[in-house]
């Protein structure tokens, strides 16, 4: 039976099927009418195909279809110079498989779809048919699996964890809350204890999942729901460890877009960086010094980077290492979570990073602490108890080794390979303060 | 850098090593003094391994540690056929990476912990150390290894779509609400109308993701939240296309696992069963009239199997057919969601299926309605109004093709595989009526 999935041909298989009768299956994407002939134009999940149609019966009936109707297609596949992907269809016989009830709220068939984001968004189930769109997609489902397929290479095992907590994971007033069975639970913001729990019984573990953030942000490269591509480590020397797994992956989720999302690439005609060996990496505090040699800019007391700070850094590296991608070490304990383990040579900065892709913050990482009571003091030292983190807490208790980790935001990571202007366009169906549908 | 990983040696590969010596880290997972010799049990996220230490110097220091705490061994691999694992270390040279606090809540050198699974969920950080609760989670990695790379080689691409919806999905009482920016959200039970709505962009589409359900029920096969593997199809035949799909997926599942998680199969001395090409399938009724005959129970007003029923034809599909898997065709359409296809020669019967798994529900699934009209009418007879659902349905208003899809809990699946009395026991850190923590 899963020959009837097999026995149709792919648009994009079409170039090595010349002279043969195939059977096309997809989407009436264009017709388009002229004197003697008239060419339609079906789409399937891997690209679009150009079908001569000269019956005029043909053309009427088809006319009298709204743009995606499902057909199937049997006809013989001609090499044609002319013809997008160098072969058409002749000779079509058209079976109306499904045939759509009212024409798309926008053209499919044009270049771009020309209507506002908002708009766009608020039509997504037809939107993402578009072949740019979908591009997007594709390229995101490759990143995912080269991101599993790097770290299983490196002896990674995969974890599912709960989305729904007991307690704030990081002391948080952004978390999401939900009624549990008469009692108060959260979203997850993270897989940060679990995956760090793990560690303990894996070594070294991953997980590709939601995240919940409740901020109110409302810019161009936040939603309220994303997906993170989350690494722990055990046995790490220091962040360096944690940062050479991250160069390796990032290595590995480009070769997979190159391998599995070929036609996406070509769709968006996009090339793809390349991963220098090592990284550069540049300290918080010089990356400061620069900036402020360069612009002028007081930064004496910012204990963070501005995203304007982030693209000046970008530029830096592209300008003296040739490089999309920046390690920025050591920023300050005061802006870093709890968990993070201080440099040892400068305790009052973080043995953690940022990874800046192309001038944005891409993912934060870095080493953490792994002894019982550096946590306890931690959290006192913040006014915490520890006691509401005793679950957490407990897999420290029973011995830990040094560790660390990092996170990479799926929809951020295609944004900024697309060079697309808002995480909303690379999101599927983005959930941010005033969109919660479809 | 990466390097410092590479450089330790896994105890799976000792006996690789023979006459070498090795840098090994790992856990205390046990000390034995003998009289004249001690042996020290190391466990790393691979195995364990033995160490010979004859030094009363290093016994009375590693006397001293509680297990859990974290080593790095040095010494030399020697073959010892009355070894576990045929080799032991000598000439150790012992560094205590990072000392654990407390003695472990149970002993965890045990073939099994000797406590009550609640007693052992609490402390979940710790237990899911224990060489055998470890390899039903290597199982689980792999399991979902082999379902994904099952559907590429299929054409199928991955999805992640949101988990927070604008409304309950499937008219359901059985969803948790969230606080969302002042508005009622709440959490998806299944990827099912965005998985469809997919099918429209890639035709063939899967995600592995959590899912939420508000069920009260309090028994070993349900818990709250659990991870769902979806996938949906377009341009399937019938049923009959989505179940090949599904046992092709079946298959693949059970290969990466014989594969990926050799060592887990070898630690729960597990054997997997095979899956038959075709899986046999047996129509509801016919399943009933079956039953009726065999156990004289009167089935003719029943519009679902209880779980009796279940294993009961589990036993049959095993004696009839030698299959551990059985699927069951034909549910009645009343106890089907309104996206169910009915059945073309039997309209009171859905053209849907469960999957049996040793008399067990694994799987649910089967062929949807693709007409937009089929929706509305669908809807309108079940008392909903369209209106609620105009994301969803946008999908079929502008073209969609035959399509199908199932879901299978992961949980349950490796539950079953293992022969876990309750799906908790395969679940990292579950959740259910009266669990929220860890």
């Given at each position: 039976m899963i020959s009837h999935l097999t026995a149709r041909v792919w648009t994009d298989?079409?170039?090595d099927r010349v002279g043969e009768r195939v059977q096309l299956k997809g989407w009436l994407h264009r017709l388009r009418r002229l004197a003697g002939v008239s060419f339609l134009i079906i789409r399937d999940a891997r690209g679009t195909a150009q079908v001569v149609v000269q019956d005029p019966e043909l053309v009427e009936r088809l006319a009298r279809l709204q743009n995606?109707?499902?057909?199937?297609?049997?006809?013989?596949?001609?090499?044609?110079?002319?013809?997008?992907g160098g072969v058409e269809i002749h000779d079509p016989a058209v079976t109306v498989i499904s045939e759509a009830d009212e024409a798309p709220p926008f053209d499919?068939?044009?270049?771009?779809?020309?209507?506002?984001?908002?708009?766009?968004?608020?039509?997504?189930?037809v939107a993402l048919r578009h072949p740019r769109r979908r591009a997007y997609f594709a390229i995101s489902a490759a990143s995912m699996?080269?991101?599993?397929?790097?770290?299983?290479?490196?002896?990674?095992?995969?974890i599912q964890t709960p989305k729904i907590v007991g307690s704030a994971t990081e002391s948080g007033a952004t978390t999401f809350a939900l009624d549990y069975f008469g009692k108060t639970?959260?979203?997850?913001?993270?897989?940060?204890?679990?995956?760090?729990?793990?560690?303990?019984?894996?070594?070294?573990?991953?997980?590709?999942?939601p995240v919940f953030r409740a901020e109110p942000h409302d810019t161009a490269r936040h939603i309220n729901e994303y997906v993170s591509l989350d690494a722990e480590v055990g046995f790490i020397e220091n962040e360096y460890t944690v940062m050479?797994?991250?160069?390796?992956?990032?290595?590995s989720m480009l070769a997979a877009v190159e391998r599995d999302a070929a036609g996406a690439l070509a769709v968006l005609r996009l090339e793809l960086p390349k991963v220098p060996q090592p990284i550069p990496d540049v300290h918080f505090l010089d990356a400061q010094a620069m900036i402020t040699a360069a612009t002028g800019e007081d930064l004496s007391n910012e204990p963070d980077l501005s995203p304007a700070n982030e693209r000046w850094l970008g530029e830096w590296a592209k300008r003296e290492h040739g490089s999309d991608f920046l390690f920025v070490?050591?920023?300050?304990?005061?802006?870093?979570?709890?968990?993070?383990?201080?440099?040892?040579?400068?305790?009052?900065?973080?043995a953690g990073f940022d990874l800046l892709f192309r001038g944005m913050e891409l993912v934060t990482g870095g080493q953490r602490l792994h002894r019982?009571?550096?946590?306890?003091?931690a959290l006192v030292s913040r006014g915490e108890d520890p006691e509401n983190y005793a679950a957490y807490l407990m897999a420290f208790k029973h011995g830990m080794p040094p560790h660390g980790g990092f996170a990479i935001g799926l929809e951020r990571w295609v944004a900024q390979l697309v060079d697309a202007s808002n995480v909303r366009e690379t999101t599927l169906f983005p959930r941010d303060l005033n969109r919660l549908s479809p």
């Open positions: 298989d079409l170039s995606e109707s499902v057909l199937g297609i049997a006809g013989v596949v001609v090499a044609e110079p002319q013809a997008p499919l068939y044009r270049p771009v779809i020309k209507a506002q984001l908002p708009t766009i968004l608020d039509n997504a189930p699996a080269g991101f599993r397929s790097g770290l299983h290479d490196l002896g990674f095992t995969e639970a959260y979203l997850a913001q993270s897989p940060q204890f679990y995956k760090q729990v793990m560690v303990g019984v894996f070594e070294r573990v991953y997980e590709v999942g050479a797994v991250l160069t390796d992956t990032i290595a070490r050591g920023f300050p304990m005061s802006k870093r979570p709890f968990y993070t383990h201080p440099d040892p040579e400068r305790p009052g900065f973080a019982y009571q550096d946590y306890v003091d």
